[in-house]
């Protein structure tokens, strides 16, 4: 009788630890941005519509880059996220095709205001990059399913 007590006391005991185990691998374990994975419209340039153009988007990927377009060529590069500060590090790469007029403008633009996002908020339909300062640099839009319709905002 004593023996099974202490191998049910033993079970018990290497149960418990596993469980505990498993909670702390989890609690450390780095979580995954909420951008990852994750794709927007744009909508607005320091409040103002963009010109309509092809692929007018943003892009975050697993591994750390982004994509993006505002309205001719496409850039990449890499983007760091944590909590809700992010950056886009200047090493961004892209297509050089002539674009029509006004679309460079807007693509120099775009380009110029990444490096001064500091944070981010996300709403249900919108991510809105921001400045130090608090200011929204640039809005984009995504498409939410609400009970089987998908709705666009912007």
Known sequence: MMTTRRAF???VL??????????QTRA?????????????????????????????????????RFGTSAGCNRFMGEVEIEGDEI????KIAGTMMACPEGLAEQE??????????????????ALILLDSDGQALLRYS?????????????
């Not at 995504?142 to 912007?154: A, C, I, Q, W």
């Open 108 to 125: 120099e633009k775009l380009l110029s205001l990444l490096p001064e996002v500091t944070h981010y908020q996300i709403e249900p339909d």
């Open 9 to 11: 006391i033993a079970t």
């Open 14 to 23: 290497v149960a418990a630890s596993a469980i505990v185990m498993s909670a």
């Open 87 to 90: 950056t886009f590090p200047d």
């Open 28 to 64: 450390t374990e780095p979580a995954t941005p909420p951008l990852t994975d994750t794709q927007w419209t744009l909508s607005e340039i320091e409040g103002k519509a963009p010109l309509e153009g092809r692929d007018l988007d943003l892009t975050f990927f697993e591994d750390g």
């Open 142 to 154: 995504r498409e939410v399913e609400k009970e089987g319709l998908v709705e666009t905002s912007g």
